[in-house]
């Protein structure tokens, strides 16, 4: 734990996080001695369980934004840290992500205690591969409803090597919010795939994979991270569903 407590992460058990979730305590948590999480908000518009893309944890500048302007926007947001990424900040150096089966199966767990402990109804959702991770969750097991922040439909420049076939099963209300010009996915790209009708997508004006604009449009990241994050509150509005257990 020393690089979480360096960080401000108090130490407390499930219980005790439980607690803080129904009243809406902000922070930042170790929960029993082995999940960071942070918890930002109130769930005016939803709960959300969030993960992180490959190469940057909750901690990242786009995680700490879109939790921010989640919460403004009426969700309560709880980011984590997968097991890979709390080694690679303990140890200070960069490694690759475990096996996406693996991601999955941490994902699932987290979520499966969350929702035996609390009546709100929790969605997943995620960052790149977070999202992701949680999508091949929702289409393991039931859940309110998915939300994900930047698609990899393929990796950059393998526009053949697909991540779509899973989509199938994901039966809830599922929200990808894209940038047009992202690599991952560009939308002219994914106007060519078949989706599920329960999947929407929402395009960002001139975004990339991290919500960053072109210089000439204008506007900034913050702008579009904000943008992404009143679509993803609206749309949890519009899909109120009981929690999935």
């Given at each position: 734990?020393?690089?979480?407590?360096?960080?401000?992460?108090?130490?407390?058990?499930?219980?005790?996080?439980?607690?803080?979730?129904?009243?809406?305590?902000?922070?930042?948590?170790?929960?029993n001695n082995h999940t960071p999480v942070?918890?930002?908000?109130?769930?005016?518009?939803?709960?959300?369980?969030?993960?992180?893309?490959?190469?940057?944890?909750?901690?990242?500048?786009?995680?700490?934004?879109?939790?921010?302007?989640?919460?403004?926007?009426?969700?309560?947001?709880?980011?984590?840290?997968?097991?890979?990424?709390?080694?690679?900040?303990?140890?200070?150096?960069?490694?690759?992500?475990?096996?996406?089966?693996?991601?999955?199966?941490?994902?699932?767990?987290?979520?499966?205690?969350?929702?035996?402990?609390?009546?709100?109804?929790?969605?997943?959702?995620?960052?790149?591969?977070?999202?992701?991770?949680?999508?091949?969750?929702?289409?393991?097991?039931?859940?309110p409803g998915v939300i994900v922040a930047?698609?990899?439909?393929?990796?950059?420049?393998?526009?053949?090597?697909?991540?779509?076939?899973?989509?199938?099963?994901?039966?809830?209300?599922?929200?990808?919010?894209?940038?047009?010009?992202?690599?991952?996915?560009?939308?002219?790209?994914?106007?060519?795939?078949?989706?599920?009708?329960?999947?929407?997508?929402?395009?960002?004006?001139?975004?990339?994979?991290?919500?960053?604009?072109?210089?000439?449009?204008?506007?900034?990241?913050?702008?579009?991270?904000?943008?992404?994050?009143?679509?993803?509150?609206?749309?949890?509005?519009?899909?109120?569903?009981?929690?999935?257990?």
């Open positions: 734990m020393p690089f979480y407590a360096q960080q401000g992460y108090v130490e407390i058990n499930f219980d005790v996080f439980v607690s803080y979730l129904q009243t809406g305590t902000c922070g930042q948590f170790y929960v942070t918890l930002q908000g109130l769930p005016e518009k939803g709960c959300l369980l969030f993960a992180h893309g490959a190469g940057a944890g909750q901690a990242s500048d786009f995680m700490r934004q879109f939790a921010t302007l989640a919460a403004r926007a009426g969700i309560q947001l709880m980011t984590f840290d997968f097991r890979y990424m709390q080694r690679m900040n303990s140890e200070g150096r960069r490694r690759p992500p475990t096996k996406i089966s693996q991601l999955v199966t941490e994902m699932s767990d987290w979520y499966a205690s969350l929702i035996a402990a609390v009546d709100v109804p929790v969605w997943v959702g995620g960052k790149s591969m977070g999202g992701r991770v949680a999508s091949l969750v929702a289409a393991q097991r039931q859940v930047g698609y990899p439909f393929h990796p950059p420049r393998s526009p053949d090597r697909l991540r779509l076939a899973h989509w199938n099963q994901v039966s809830a209300p599922s929200l990808i919010v894209q940038g047009e010009r992202d690599p991952f996915g560009r939308r002219d790209e994914v106007a060519t795939y078949t989706l599920p009708a329960n999947v929407h997508i929402e395009w960002l004006a001139t975004g990339d994979h991290d919500f960053k604009p072109m210089r000439a449009s204008g506007l900034r990241q913050e702008e579009l991270i904000q943008q992404a994050t009143r679509k993803a509150a609206d749309f949890m509005l519009a899909h109120p569903r009981s929690n999935g257990r």
